[in-house]
């Protein structure tokens, strides 16, 4: 009988199915496998926690060279060993192979958490003397730090106020665009369906992740990144709309109630749901935000209507 490889074997199908993933650059949450949900959980677990440094790294990938190195000259290859059998070691190793790679790309590799803040605002200062002031449910990661080069992904919304240094670059990336400074004061948010920028203070360049092009800020503009990537100048913006936060309150002038909403989702973490026949009307005004209950209860009675609370942090309106 002719030696197989067994193709239908589920170990090496799923290899397959792992490394196809990382060519096609698709989520592995996609695959319903009990030793992926593992791995997707204890990536999830250790994310948060302290970064592996260099040493670290360096010790991980001695133990694989040291495990892959071939024999001495001396050893030998016993005869038994079938045709099958050597088939069957390649697949375990390309089962193995595509294990490392995906924990080593999505967990040794990834941006550390820097500074997180919970339902609190949440002030961070680094050695250099910048800092920044992150919104509640916002989170910096580090991505790269040197001499000439400092790199953070937000999520959410922050203040930066970043100490000039001619040698060093400071860039703030969200889903949809980044912000590269030399030294200055301005706001990020990456909460809703849109990326905004205020420059208060200094000079940034602000980039689409589909733009060629940056788009300069001068003190007093602003801009901002929708989700088909297109970036917008506000010549004068209005200062309290960016930094109003700060102050607990949320003021807002000719603004879509969809872009409200999303902004109380972001203070406090939940979700709103508002009739399509609503949510692009504009409205100007100013809420407290010291409590989410009083929040909602003001705005029903701006927009004449009724929040219900459809889940654990879930909400919907509806008009009278």
């Known amino acids: 009988m002719t030696d197989q490889l067994p193709h239908n074997d589920p170990d090496l199908q799923l290899a397959r199915e792992v490394g196809n993933h990382q060519i096609n650059k698709k989520s592995l949450s996609d695959i319903d496998d009990p030793l992926i949900n593992q791995l997707l959980t204890y990536k999830r677990q250790k ?39 050597i088939r069957w070691a390649a697949a375990a190793v390309l089962i193995i192979g595509a294990i490392f790679s995906f924990v080593y790309l999505n967990y040794l590799s990834q941006p550390k958490i820097i500074a997180e803040a919970q339902s609190t605002i949440k002030t961070v200062t680094f050695s250099d003397g910048s800092s920044v002031t992150l919104r509640p449910h916002s989170t910096l990661l580090e991505i790269e730090e040197s001499a000439t080069s400092h790199q953070y992904r937000l999520e959410g919304e922050a203040i930066f106020d970043v100490t000039s240094k001619p040698e060093r670059t400071f860039q703030v990336t969200t889903a949809l665009g980044k912000v590269k400074v030399l030294g200055t004061r301005f706001s990020v948010s990456s909460w809703g369906e849109q990326m905004q920028v205020f420059l208060d203070e200094g000079s940034v360049e602000v980039l689409s992740t589909q733009a060629q092009n940056p788009v300069q800020l001068s003190p007093g503009q602003s801009a901002s990144i929708s989700s088909n990537k297109i970036v917008t100048v506000s010549e004068k913006a209005n200062y ?31 979700t709103i749901t508002l009739p399509k026949s609503i949510a692009e009307d504009s409205i100007s005004g100013q809420l407290l935000l010291d409590d989410l209950e009083l929040a909602l209860q003001d705005l ?19 008009a009278n």
Request: hydrophobic fraction near 35%; avoid cysteine; glycine fraction near 4%.
């Open 47 to 85: 994310i948060s926690e302290t970064s592996i440094d260099s040493n670290d790294k360096q010790q991980v990938w001695d133990r694989v060279a040291s495990a892959t190195q071939p024999q001495s000259q001396s050893a030998k290859v016993n005869s038994f060993f079938s045709a099958k059998s």
């Open 240 to 270: 309290k709309e960016y930094f109003d936060w700060v102050n607990g309150e949320l003021v807002f002038e000719n603004k879509a109630l969809k872009d409200i909403a999303a902004e109380i989702e972001q203070e406090f973490n939940i």
């Open 300 to 318: 029903e009675l701006v927009l004449n209507g009724e929040f219900s609370k459809t889940g654990d942090q879930s909400y919907t309106f509806e």
